[in-house]
């Protein structure tokens, strides 16, 4: 079982819908939670990241964490033909020698159409 | 400030030949993770090194090694390669600082194609 599972899609929906990602993790030691969007043939880029248990907000989107049953999401409002991407979910544990760790989700890819 | 840069944007090579690849991170970033990400495989970790060390590192086989200079810097190579190589290579840099969320910001990646 791996660490971090994410529907890799694809996940297609009207321009205007909410859209809602998701992953889930079975380390209770992870500690911050991260959406990276990845345009095609782009580099991931950050998107949001928490590192508590509710919502974060930042304009159209929502990260929301629940540890207790180990399980991010991000919602979209008011999706854009813009938004489509890959949306990649991470995970940051500290380990031995006092860093960090990232582990990624395979990615849900998002088509939103017009 | 300047993202992170990585050289070339695009590679085909052969089996058999090696590659390097380059990554410049953001200024002040000490971290550079570097990244294969691959369709059927998504973004899987290769290694990272922090002041010229190699601090962590991915279930990798040794054709795949890397090193930092003093300006962070760093390059990774490829041995022997191998059509199953054939990925988008991602470099990442993160202040690496301990503290927070070490946020890695990534760069365009490479891609490399291996015939």
């Known amino acids: 079982q791996k660490e971090v599972e994410q529907d890799p899609g694809p996940l297609s929906v009207p321009e205007g819908a909410i859209v809602s990602l998701n992953c889930t993790y079975s380390?209770?030691?992870?500690?911050?939670f991260m959406w990276y969007r990845q345009y095609s043939r782009k580099g991931p880029e950050l998107l949001m990241y928490?590192?508590?248990?509710g919502n974060k907000e930042d304009g159209r989107f929502t990260a929301q964490v629940d540890k207790s049953s180990k399980y991010i999401s991000l919602f979209i409002r008011d999706s854009q033909p813009s938004d489509s991407a890959t949306y990649l979910c991470a995970m940051s544990v500290r380990i031995s020698g006092g860093y960090n760790k990232l582990i990624f989700g395979a990615g849900t890819r998002l088509a939103v159409h017009p | 400030k300047a993202g992170v840069t990585q050289t070339p944007r695009y590679l085909i090579k052969t089996r058999g030949q090696q590659v390097t690849l380059s990554c410049s991170p953001i200024s002040g970033h000490r971290s550079v993770s570097w990244y294969q990400q691959t369709p059927g495989q998504g973004l899987q970790f290769l290694f990272e090194y922090f002041s010229e060390t190699q601090r962590n590192k991915g279930n990798f086989p040794g054709r795949f090694s890397g090193r930092q200079f003093s300006n962070s810097r760093s390059e990774m190579n490829v041995s022997t390669l191998e059509l199953g190589d054939s990925a988008l290579y991602l470099c990442?840099?993160?202040?690496?600082?301990?503290?927070?969320?070490?946020?890695?910001?990534f760069g365009p990646g490479t891609r490399l194609t291996v015939l």
């Open positions: 990442a840099s993160s202040h690496a600082s301990g503290r927070g969320t070490d946020t890695q910001y």
């Open positions: 928490t590192y508590s248990s």
């Open positions: 380390n209770s030691a992870f500690q911050y």
